[in-house]
Structures are given as C-alpha cells and as structure tokens.
C-alpha cells in the first residue's frame, strides 16, 4: 500500500481543487477494522450503515504502537487502523493532511476481522 502525498495527488488530476470549485477523494486504503471485538461494536452494530463516516485520530503515545490509529463512529471507539497499514495514515494525519474515512462494508461474521471495513480518502 502507498499513500499519495498532496503535491503527488494535484499532479495526477492535473488542477487544485480551487480551480474546479469542488473537492476532490483520493482512495488512499480499504482496511478491515481491527481490534473491534475490544469496543463498541457490538453495542452499535444495529446502528452502523455503509457510508457512515468514521473518525480517524491519532495515538502518538499508544504503548503498543507509535503509529496507532484509533477509528471511531459518532464519538464511540470502534477499533484500530490495522497495525500493517496505519503508517501511510498516521504520517498524513500528523502532517495536517484531510482525510475521511467511510464504512464501505458490513458484514454478520463471527470474524471480527471480517465484520467491518472501511476506505480513506485524501481530500484535495
């Protein structure tokens, strides 16, 4: 997986945002949840939908990982950035980049793994 950083993602669509007078995504990741069997998945899951837009912030100081992204859903944590693929979101989010993330799979899987996914987008 790599991230685009932002001078990187205007070259490929070739104009800023200001000139088209619209905002422009750019599918950085599609990641499983992790650590979700931990929070409050299972308390939210009547609620949750596909597109809902999930919160992406930063752990710094996590004590299992320097890079640790935590997701959330209207205020409720929900699990991690896999450990595998935070690094591109984590240096993005430490360099004031604007990102979105957006739940673009539910599943009733007794995987915890398998039961939400969601996409990042850099937002130009």
């Not at 104009?15 to 990641?31: F, M, N, R």
């Not at 650590?35 to 999930?54: C, F, K, M, N, T």
Request: net charge neutral; aromatic share 8%; proline share 6%.
């Amino acid at each position: 997986m790599r991230f685009l950083c932002l001078s990187a993602a205007l070259a490929l669509v070739g104009s800023s945002p200001a000139d088209a007078g619209e905002t422009i995504k750019i599918l950085v990741q599609s990641s499983p949840l992790a650590g979700s069997q931990y929070y409050a998945v299972s308390e939210v899951w009547p609620q949750i939908r596909l597109g809902d837009r999930l919160s992406l912030i930063r752990e710094p100081t996590n004590r299992h990982d320097r890079q640790a992204v935590r997701v959330e859903w209207h205020g409720r944590q929900l699990g991690y950035v896999p450990r595998a693929e935070n690094r591109a979101v984590a240096r993005a989010l430490d360099d004031g980049e604007r990102l979105e993330a957006r739940v673009s799979r539910l599943r009733d899987d007794p995987d915890p793994w398998r039961r939400i996914e969601f996409e990042v987008f850099l937002i130009l």
